[in-house]
Each structure stands twice: as C-alpha cells, then as structure tokens.
C-alpha cells in the first residue's frame, strides 16, 4: 500500500531531536525554528517528558472514558493554575481540528443557534465545522458549504455589531493570533470589542489558542496580553510537545450532561502523561518568562535588519515579511544553513516558531544565515 499523496516533502529523514535541534539520518543537525509545525514547546524529546511518558506506558497506556483516569484532573489542575484559568472546565480530545469542533457544538448547544462570526484568513482546521470557519475554499468539499460562517475583515471592528442583530450568532471564534495566515496579532481593541458584544448578544466567544497558546506569546494564552477571558479555549499543538492531545477550557456557565460530547481516545492515560510533563516543564523550566526575553531581543534584532518589511508577533511566535516571495530563501535556509522554518498563506512571510525554552545563541545562527541570504536576494 502507498500513502496519500497529500504532503509535498523535503528529502529529508529526521531521527533524532534534542532541545532545539533535530538530526537526519546522515547525522547532519539542524536547527528547528518551526518547533515541528508549532507542536515542539519544551524541546525535542525533553528527558523529563520522555521518562514520564516511558513510565506511564509501563503501567498503562489506555482505556476508555468509563472509568476514573485522575491524570486527567491532575492535567486540569496544572492547566488551570499555570493558565489563570482555574474555574472553568476541561474537555479533552486528541487535535486542534477536535477542539475547535466541539467548541463550536457546544457553542450551538448553549444558544440554539448556528451562525458563526469568524475573521479573513482565519485557520481553525480542517474538519467539518472547523473548515467551514476557515478562510480557504480551496480545503472545503461540497459536503463543508453550510452557510454558517460570515467572515469579517480582521482587526476592524466598525460593522461587527450589524451581523448580530438578526439573532442568529451561535459564536465568534478568533485567533489569539492568526498563525497559517502570516501571523497577525489580534488587536487588544478587537479582542474587548467582541467579548463586549459577545455579552451584550449572548453569543459565545471562542479563542482558538491552537498555535498562539501554552506560553508562545510570552503569555499563557495571547488574548491574555488583551486582558480579556474567553467562553470557551480551544488547545493543542504545544500541549504535548508532539504526543497528540488537545482540549477545551469551558466557563462555568456551561452545563455538562452525559453524552453531551464524547470520544474514545481523548484524555487516555498516555496523552494525559504527555500533557502533565509539558506543564511541569514550563513551569520549572520558566518556558513562558524565557518565551518573553528571548522573543522580544530577537524581534529587536529582527527589525534592524534592512531586507525586512514587517516583523510581527509576540513573545516566539513571530511572522518576518520580506519584500520579495519567501520560497527560495526558505529553501535556502534549510539546506544551506540547515535551519527549519515555516511558510504562511502571505507568500512573503516566513513563520518563526522555535521551541519555547531556545536560548540567543541559536537564534543568533538564524539572524547571520539570513544576513548572508538576504545580502544574495536583495
Ligand atoms: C489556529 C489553529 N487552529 C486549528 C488548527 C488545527 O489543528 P490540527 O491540525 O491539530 O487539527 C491549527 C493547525 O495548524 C491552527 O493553527
């Protein structure tokens, strides 16, 4: 059997990963500022993570949601504690896609309703509802063409108010910031606009954290640079450093009954194990502190630099936007620098996303390759 052919891939075989740096299987390093699509937050293969994991899969891996799992509330916890937000409630699941699903339908659960306000460029997955909120119909079949979403220029707020007085707004869902886009901060004005009319119409505000959370921003969520609490919180990606778990922070207002929403793998033992020793690694470790002073110096540093248009980001989630098309560089990057970096849907921007305990040191490896690449370029 051969795979779907859907990824377009490097030649390149990763086989180890350290920290910041993975090895192919000739041993040639490279330096990984796309933390594996956004995922790695602690660091490749961190050796805390690793003994939690091997040790729970010693006891056991998995069973079902029909019996009592206490990793589950000690994640809870954690998560609750390192992310101010202590009391809403945890659902857990295995990708950002199911998160941002199961938002929605408890979102449409809660008002009875189905339309949702989502924004230009916006990325939320590539499921059914997730899709459907997604800016890109070039990833939607027939079968995601609903009619629920209405998107909204991002980042202006004049004319949101009209699209609820018809009554029908189940949701708003917004990046903390707009990662597959480029990465475009959601302004602190827009965030406050939206939970203000959020209350005022009864429409359940969704912060979709996937990318932008668990500390990239130098917060634990980015909307928390804005000073304002979602309804519901989708995560994942960063939440287990690669081991495949994602979740939903719900607010209390929220009633939980049985069947409401369900799944079989979510909130297994080993995931749960995964999800633990990233909290416990971003804590001790202080990922989220390192998140700002190493995130801010680079950004200076980056702005100084004479062939770039545009830095933007916050903390080490950070978008350079170039006066030219990024393929090439990045091309170059990768294979005559060895360093790893991230495209965007903004054909001039390379997305940063290096893991969240990276020190200057590496990131001063970056800077020169581009020095030297741009000098070529421009
Ligand atoms: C903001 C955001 N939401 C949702 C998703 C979907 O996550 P997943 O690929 O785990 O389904 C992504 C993935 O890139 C994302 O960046």
């Known amino acids: ?37 956004a995922v790695i937050s602690i660091g490749h293969s961190h050796p805390y993570y690793v003994q939690k994991i091997a040790e729970q899969l010693g006891k056991i891996g998995f069973y079902s949601n029909s019996v009592h799992i206490p990793l589950q509330q000690e994640l809870a916890d954690k998560l609750g504690v390192l992310s101010g937000y202590q009391d809403y409630s945890l659902f857990l699941i295995n990708s950002g896609a199911e998160a941002v699903e199961n938002a929605l339908k408890l979102a449409s659960f809660k008002t009875g ?16 509802a997730a899709v459907e909120v997604t800016e890109n119909m070039a990833i939607q079949a027939p079968i995601n063409k609903n009619s629920h979403a209405t998107f909204l220029p991002f980042n202006k707020l004049e004319g949101i108010e009209e699209h609820f007085l018809h009554g029908d707004v189940a949701a708003v869902i917004v990046e903390g910031i707009q990662g597959v886009a480029g990465v475009n901060v959601a302004s602190p004005e827009l965030l406050k606009h939206l939970r203000g009319l959020c209350n005022k119409h009864k429409a ?35 939440m287990g450093n690669g081991f495949p778990i994602g979740g ?30 990233v909290l416990d690694v971003m804590k001790s470790e202080k990922l989220i502190e390192n998140a700002v002073l190493v995130g801010e110096s680079f950004i200076d540093e980056l702005k100084a630099l004479p062939s770039i248009v545009e830095v933007r980001g916050k903390g080490l989630m950070i978008g350079v936007e170039f006066d030219f098309n990024i393929e090439s560089l990045r091309k170059n990057l ?14 001039n921007t390379i997305r940063l996303l290096p893991t969240l305990n990276i020190q200057t040191d590496s990131l001063d490896m970056f800077i020169d390759a581009l020095k030297k690449e741009t000098s070529v370029v421009v």
């Open 1 to 37: 059997m051969k795979l779907f052919n859907v990824y377009p891939l490097y030649e390149i075989e990763p086989v180890k990963g350290q920290g910041e740096f993975i090895w192919d299987a000739k041993g040639q390093r490279y330096l990984d500022l796309y933390g594996g699509h």
């Open 113 to 128: 309703k189905k339309k949702v306000l989502t924004f230009s460029k916006a990325f939320h997955g590539r499921t059914s």
């Open 204 to 238: 359940v505000l969704i912060l979709d954290e996937i990318q932008s959370g668990y500390g990239r921003s130098g917060q634990f969520f980015a909307h928390q640079h804005a000073n304002i609490k979602a309804d519901i919180v989708c995560v994942a990606k960063g």
């Open 248 to 277: 939903i922070l719900i607010h209390p207002d929220f009633e939980a009954s049985y069947g409401l929403l369900g799944t079989t793998f979510g909130g297994n033992h080993l995931a749960c194990a995964a999800g633990v020793a």
């Open 334 to 347: 990768l294979f005559k620098h060895n360093i790893f970096t991230g495209n965007s849907s903004n054909k």
